[in-house]
């Protein structure tokens, strides 16, 4: 259904077909989300003016995309800004716990007030950067989005992870590009089973690209 929100004279985004298939019974959650981030993600700087016609499309679903990589455990968010893709992913996988990290306080009230509203069971929200934030065991994997390239993030997200811990960073057509800008800190980490995974084939106009990566087991 096409929406006006009372706070924005643009259209939101009709609901793609797509949204049934990534989020199946989960689904009525990630319209309450994609609602609320209509409604109050630009006044909030979470989101641009220009987002709402795309809403659905660019950021709910090419964030739920990536919950198939996702296994139980626990994943931390980088970098967590609106929830994308921090909140969507605990939407589309209950069975996975989220740590959602966000240094800016307005971000992390907007998270907070998120996870109460929606009965979010299996997220926290930790306020700080995350090269200084100090987490209660280190995390099974790690994702971002629209964070930095890779040559930065990786020095930041993969001191988090457990040995064996993986990367699992949304990025966008440069990634290949990014990839070789960043050998020297896949070195440095000596990161093993680097790919580009693809998601979202046949479902959206626009898939998704994930890059992913492992530390090494202990």
């Known amino acids: 259904m096409t929406e006006h929100t009372p706070e924005h004279p643009a259209v939101l985004e009709p609901e793609p077909a797509a949204a049934t298939v990534v989020f199946g019974d ?3 959650l990630a319209r309450a989300f994609t609602r609320n981030l209509a409604r109050h993600g630009e006044e909030l700087g979470l989101i ?5 016609p795309r809403l659905w499309s660019r950021h ?15 994943v931390g968010d980088v970098g967590s800004g609106a929830g994308l893709p921090g909140l969507v992913l605990a939407i589309a ?8 990290i966000e240094p800016m306080e307005r971000r992390v ?3 907070e007030r998120q996870v109460s509203e929606l009965a979010l069971e299996n997220v926290d929200v930790v306020r700080g950067r995350a090269e200084e934030v100090k987490l209660t065991g280190r995390l099974d994997q790690v994702t971002a989005r629209a964070v930095s ?5 990786i020095p930041i997200t993969a001191p988090l992870l457990r040995p064996g811990g993986e990367l699992v960073l949304m990025k966008g057509s440069g990634v290949d590009a990014e990839i070789r800008a ?5 070195r440095r980490f000596n990161l ?15 898939v998704t690209r994930v890059f992913r990566a492992r530390v090494p087991a202990e």
């Open 93 to 100: 996988r209950p069975d996975v716990r989220f740590t959602l």
């Open 26 to 28: 989960r689904l009525e």
């Open 60 to 74: 709910v679903i090419n964030s739920g995309l990536v919950a198939p990589l996702l296994r139980p455990g626990r």
């Open 182 to 186: 960043a050998e020297k800190a896949i």
């Open 48 to 52: 641009g003016p220009l987002e709402l």
């Open 149 to 153: 390239a890779l040559r930065t993030l």
């Open 109 to 111: 009230a907007w998270l």
């Open 192 to 206: 093993v089973d680097v790919e580009v995974v693809l998601l979202g084939e046949g479902i959206v106009d626009d």
